[in-house]
C-alpha cells in the first residue's frame, strides 16, 4: 500500500512540474499582454508584391524567404522588434524560375519593374489587429503614403539589394532579446560551429524520439517573447495538445543533418545551421520526412546569453 501511495504522489509530483512549467509560460506573457491595453496593441509588417523570389531581413535576421515567382505576402514585423525606434530592412531579389534557363540564372530588370503599373510593391504598414474586424485590423491604411520606393537594377545582375530605415515609434514593449548577446562572430569559427552543430543535433535527437516536452523547455524564452510581441494572439496554442501533437509529427522520422551551412544574423548576436542552396535553401537544417514523402522544416535561432556558456533557442 506504502508502495501504491508512493508512486501515486510522484506521478501527481510529475504532472504538477509540467502544468507549472505551462503555466508558469502562460502566466508570465500573459500578465504583461494583459496590461497593454487594446489601442496600444501596434502590429508593423511588410507586404510584398512580387514577381520573383525574395529574401527579407529586418536588422540583418532573415525573416521570410519567398521561393515563389509571383506572389503577394504580408509579414508581421513584431517577433523580431525589440523595442521602438529606428530599424533596418532589407529586400534581397531573387532570379526567377525562367530566369535560370533563359538568362542563366541572371535576374533582369524587368523583373522588378516593367512599367508604373506592372511592377514589384512593398508596403511598410501600421496595424491595429482585431480578430473580430473584416480585414483583421481596425484602422485605415495609406497604401500610397505606406510605399516603399523601389529601385530596379541597371542591368542583369545575380540578385539585387534593396534596404530602407523603418522608423518603429508605437510598440508598447520592450523585450531583451539578443541585445545583449554575446557577439559570436568574435568566437573561433571552428569552436562555434562544432557547439552549434552540438546544440541542433541535441535538437534533432529529442525531436526524433518524441521528447516535445524537453525539447520545448529549451525554448520558453523564446515562447514568452513572441507571445509579447504578438500580444497573446495565439497564446492557449503555446501550451495546448495541438502543439504536441504538431511536434510528434517528426517522431522518427528526422533526417540526419547535413548539406548545412552555419549563418550569423543580427550582427553576429544570432546563428543558426541553414540549408545553402537547391530546393530547400533557406531552410533550417532540422528536416523531418514524412512516411508519404512530405519534408518539414523545424527552425530555430540560437543566441548565447552574456556570460552565458549556453546556447539558448531565441526566435525560429
Known sequence: MRKIRF????????????????????????????????EKRITYAIHVNSFTPYELYLDDILIKYDREDISSHTTELNPYLLESGKHKLKIRYLPTVKDMFSKKGLLDPRDIYINKDTRWHIFFVKLNKDPNAVLGYTNEIDYGGSELKIIPPPSQVPYWEQEWELDIKDLPYKLKGWSESEDLSKMDKDQLKKEVIAFFEQQRNLLNEGKVDDYLRLGIKKDEEVIVATYGEDLEYYTSQERKDNLLRAKGHMLPLENYEMVLYAGGKLVSLEIPNGKYRRWSALLSKSDKGKISAWGVKLHKPKGSKDFEIIRK
Not at 14 to 22: A, D, F, Q, R, Y
Open 7 to 38: 508512486y501515486l504522489l510522484l506521478l501527481v509530483l510529475v504532472i504538477n512540474c509540467k502544468e507549472n512549467t505551462s503555466q508558469k509560460i502562460n502566466k508570465k506573457a500573459f500578465e504583461i499582454v494583459n496590461k497593454i491595453t487594446a
